[in-house]
C-alpha cells in the first residue's frame, strides 16, 4: 500500500538538532530487515518507506498535541514535563494507525506543552509554561521520541494518556471498531497499551476492515 510523504526542508538542521541532541544513544544499531512475511493481513508485502524529518505519513485528522484530556504540564503515568532529556538512554519508535484501511497521521506535537513550531517540526516549547514530557512527537511522520532521564520501561498506552486519546481492543483515539494490532510485522494479540517501546520497534493499529499489510519504515539518520 502507497503512502505519500510530505518532506519539508529545515534550515540549517535545526530540527535534527532538537530531535536526537548530540548523543543517540540507544538508536545506534540499524534498524531491522523487513519481515519475511505479515501474518493475517493482505497477501502482498510490506513496502518499503524512508521517513523524512518533518514529513507527514498517513491523511492528517487530528489537531497538533494534547487534547484537553491529555498533558497538560502536570505528571502522566509518571512522566514529567520538562526540558528534553535523553542524555542517558533515547530511542525512537514508529506507530501507524488505520482505520478502515486508510491511515491517518500521527500528529505532531504530542507530549509537549506549548511548542514551538517551525517548517513542519516541533523545535522547542514556549518559555512561558511550556514543556515537553519525554515522550513525544516532533512531526507527524509516527516517530515516537522517547527520552526519560533515565533508562525505564515505556508502554504504548502511556503516549495515548498523554496525548488524551483512548486505546483498547474496540477502539483507538476516537474510533470505535475491533482493533488489529501488528508489531514489527506480526500479529499481536494481547492488550495494545502494554507494547513496550524497544529502539525502531514498528507498531501499526487498525480500526475495522480491511486489514492492510502495514508499510516497513526506515528511520532517519541518527534515528
Not at 488505520?98 to 491517518?104: F, P
Not at 476516537?174 to 494490532?181: A, C, I, L, M
Request: charged letters at 15%; proline letters at 9%; hydrophobic letters at 40%.
Amino acid at each position: 500500500m502507497k503512502h505519500h510523504i510530505v518532506a519539508v526542508a529545515l534550515v540549517a538542521g535545526v530540527a535534527l538538532a532538537w530531535a536526537c541532541g548530540s548523543d543517540h544513544k540507544g538508536t545506534t544499531d540499524p534498524p531491522p530487515a523487513p519481515p519475511s512475511d505479515t501474518v493475517d493481513t493482505a497477501s502482498s508485502p510490506p513496502d518499503t518507506v524512508q521517513l523524512q524529518i518533518a514529513g507527514t505519513i498517513g491523511k492528517p485528522t487530528f489537531p497538533d498535541g494534547n487534547t484537553a484530556q491529555g498533558g497538560q504540564g502536570d505528571p502522566v503515568d509518571g512522566i514529567g514535563c520538562g526540558a528534553m532529556a535523553g542524555d542517558t538512554y533515547h530511542i525512537h519508535v514508529h506507530l501507524s494507525l488505520y482505520v478502515n484501511g486508510e491511515q491517518l497521521a500521527i500528529p505532531k506535537a504530542i507530549g509537549v506543552v506549548k511548542p514551538t513550531i517551525a517548517n513542519g517540526f516541533v523545535i522547542g516549547a514556549d518559555a512561558n509554561g511550556g514543556c515537553f514530557y519525554w515522550v513525544h512527537t516532533h512531526d507527524a511522520t509516527g516517530i515516537i521520541h522517547v527520552e526519560p532521564p533515565a533508562e525505564v520501561e515505556v508502554r504504548l498506552g502511556q503516549l495515548f494518556d498523554l496525548w488524551g486519546q483512548p486505546l483498547s481492543s474496540t477502539g483507538v483515539a476516537g474510533f470505535d471498531g475491533g482493533v488489529t494490532v501488528f508489531v514489527d510485522g506480526k500479529k499481536y494479540t494481547g492488550d495494545p497499551r502494554d507494547i513496550v517501546f524497544e529502539a525502531h520497534k514498528q507498531i501499526a493499529l487498525e480500526v475495522g476492515t480491511p486489514l492492510v499489510t502495514p508499510d516497513f519504515y526506515l528511520f532517519p539518520p541518527d534515528y
